[in-house]
């Protein structure tokens, strides 16, 4: 049987009959309660005689229910103690009078309530991209189900345990997560902490090697610029965020292979990342030797022989490129040919040797040809210079010179050994569909009025490119399972090719790809930010796309965002 008696209960004490001097007094009115969490709660009401005119003033109320100390108040409010957030408790008040004068008990239903908040989370094993949360469980909240991790505001993750590992975050970059205990009730008011990830350290390097030019590069990191200081071979430097170019003639003069070691580190604001180290190899960098001039033979109207001295090579030479005319007809492997001349009078042939890794040898001595007649001067070279205009077209500009037995008349170009235009009503050409970062190697032959042609002038010419591609719209989820989503987008336009598509995960670099569609696994139940932009060869940066998706995982109904108010504010970086 209970301590406490309940309104109408047989065991309750019967009011003995009064003269018309004394009248029983009321019950406390208007009773309510407001819960303090985690355990408390404040209980108050309207003493009798404020509402009726006869009651005799109270002298003091007795508190009581089940699961709690009854306590005796002279006034309200009276509070409340001991509280279980998943227990209901029924509450009586019953005022008293002088004497054996004691009011029907008014009754206050408290239900059951949300969890306690969990305690203070505990940040470890912070680094880059990843840290490990811990924290004391919710107490006095009957069965917690689950513990949800928010990341500034984002649910990331459902757990049991009160430990959790965060992991694709950001470097650099502070966070506020809350730890919210969940149970059929409802969701506990977060705990909180803040934190800031380190500075992530170079990753991936490579080193590339271009015309005597080397470049070392590392991936990029999301929305953040960090400088970077290193060395290589001993030698310090210091870098951009994208990448670090050098001579191989200052750092490794001679012959290949050439050895290279390199220690980098980046730094952003007072934050300095872990050291890196790459170690690699150039091999073979060495072009094949200058073949001999050609000799032409058995000239027909159509047709010459062809024969020449081999170049040599330290890996071998895989064939030989014929050009006539600044047009490359053909590749052979052998030191002779025939050749198809065609109508023209004069010609001009060349030969060219390549090795099986693709370095080419610098072209023979021109030989110039007619089918009859004697053989005239030579003509001058012209006078050139290349400006760039956007990052795939420049213009090249020429000048001739009327040295020869007869006066130029116009020029031949040729880009990279092939033949590009010939012209004679203009002084100057547009190159097209240059490819930036790329070093081109343009020879402009002047030709006479008999089609002549004059030795080139060379000109090594590097196209820049500053402008990014397009955002590669319409980011969408297009699959998903318990751990893994596709996503999918359109693709990205440039004026040259997009290289990649880079993938991040809640702002942090996660992964590149040349398709359009990309699949992430191993995924934990939650929400995640997943962003992309495109990113051409010279590492242009479009602007990023967003989309938000929900990984299920086991427990569904669970809120995926919350809207917490804290006057504290993420830490600066110090």
């Known amino acids: 049987m209970s301590s406490y008696d309940p309104p109408g209960s047989p065991t309750e004490k019967p009011f003995n009959s009064v003269s018309n001097s004394e009248v029983r007094i009321c019950a406390p009115g208007n009773i309510r309660a407001q819960r303090k969490p985690p355990n408390t709660a404040e209980l108050t009401w309207d003493e009798p005689y404020a509402t009726c005119s006869i009651c005799p003033d109270a002298i003091g109320y007795d508190v009581y229910g089940e699961g709690i100390t009854t306590q005796h108040v002279v006034r309200p409010p009276c509070e409340i103690t001991g509280l279980q957030t998943h227990i209901e408790y029924l509450v009586y008040v019953t005022a008293k009078a002088g004497g054996d004068n004691v009011s029907t008990p008014s009754v206050c239903h408290f239900c059951k309530t949300r969890p306690n908040k969990p305690g203070t989370p505990q940040l470890s094993n912070i680094t880059y991209s990843s840290a490990t949360l811990s924290w004391t469980p919710s107490t006095d909240s009957g069965e917690i189900k689950r513990y949800g991790i928010y990341l500034n505001g984002f649910l990331v993750g459902l757990t049991k345990e009160t430990r959790f590992n965060l992991s694709f975050l950001k470097s650099s970059f502070g966070f506020l997560v809350q730890i919210c205990a969940i149970n059929e009730q409802g969701v506990s008011d977060p705990a909180w902490a803040t934190f800031r990830t380190l500075l992530r350290a170079p990753a991936n390097l490579r080193l590339r090697h271009n015309a005597g030019t080397c470049r070392l590069t590392w991936d990029p990191g999301f929305a953040s610029l960090p400088t970077h200081e290193g060395t290589v071979n001993g030698k310090p430097f210091t870098a951009g965020p994208l990448g670090y170019s050098f001579s191989l003639a200052e750092l490794s003069p001679g012959l290949a292979p050439?050895?290279?070691?390199?220690?980098?580190?980046?730094?952003?604001?007072?934050?300095?990342?872990?050291?890196?180290?790459?170690?690699?190899?150039?091999?073979?960098?060495?072009?094949?030797?200058?073949?001999?001039?050609?000799?032409?033979?058995?000239?027909?109207?159509?047709?010459?022989?062809?024969?020449?001295?081999?170049?040599?090579?330290?890996?071998?030479?895989?064939?030989?490129?014929?050009?006539?005319?600044?047009?490359?007809?053909?590749?052979?492997?052998?030191?002779?040919?025939?050749?198809?001349?065609?109508?023209?009078?004069?010609?001009?042939v060349y030969i060219r040797a390549e090795d099986k890794d693709g370095n080419l040898s610098i072209p023979s001595e021109r030989t110039v040809f007619r089918h009859s007649g004697p053989e005239d001067d030579p003509l001058p070279s012209p006078v050139a210079a290349i400006t760039a205009l956007t990052p795939t077209t420049a213009r090249l500009e020429w000048s001739l010179d009327e040295g020869g037995s007869l006066p130029p008349v116009g020029v031949m170009i040729m880009l990279d050994g092939s033949h590009y235009e010939t012209t004679m009503v203009s002084n100057s050409a547009l190159l097209r569909n240059l490819i930036p970062g790329t070093e081109y190697v343009i020879e402009i032959f002047a030709y006479d009025s008999v089609g002549k042609?004059?030795?080139?002038?060379?000109?090594?010419?590097?196209?820049?490119?500053?402008?990014?591609?397009?955002?590669?719209?319409?980011?969408?989820?297009?699959?998903?399972?318990?751990?893994?989503?596709?996503?999918?987008?359109?693709?990205?336009?440039?004026?040259?090719?997009?290289?990649?598509?880079?993938?991040?995960?809640?702002?942090?670099?996660?992964?590149?790809?040349?398709?359009?569609?990309?699949?992430?696994v191993n995924l934990l139940p939650g929400m995640y930010t997943f962003e992309v932009c495109a990113m051409d060869p010279l590492a242009n940066v479009s602007e990023t796309v967003t989309v938000n998706v929900i990984v299920e995982g086991e427990l569904t109904n669970v809120p995926t965002e919350l809207g917490f108010n804290h006057a504290t504010a993420l830490p600066s970086s110090k």
């Not at 719209?473 to 336009?493: F, K, M, P, Q, Y």
Request: aromatic share 8%.
């Open 258 to 348: 050439h050895h290279f070691h390199f220690t980098i580190l980046a730094k952003l604001g007072l934050q300095v990342s872990e050291i890196t180290t790459f170690t690699t190899t150039l091999d073979d960098l060495v072009s094949p030797t200058q073949p001999g001039k050609p000799v032409v033979s058995d000239i027909t109207h159509d047709s010459a022989q062809l024969t020449w001295a081999p170049a040599s090579d330290n890996t071998g030479v895989t064939g030989y490129r014929v050009v006539l005319n600044g047009i490359r007809v053909f590749t052979t492997v052998n030191t002779h040919c025939i050749l198809r001349t065609g109508p023209s009078k004069y010609k001009c």
């Open 453 to 520: 042609m004059s030795e080139p002038t060379t000109i090594y010419h590097e196209q820049k490119d500053v402008t990014p591609p397009s955002r590669p719209e319409n980011l969408r989820c297009i699959d998903s399972s318990a751990d893994s989503v596709t996503l999918g987008w359109d693709a990205a336009e440039d004026e040259t090719d997009v290289l990649e598509y880079v993938v991040y995960n809640n702002r942090e670099y996660f992964d590149s790809t040349t398709l359009n569609t990309y699949t992430a």
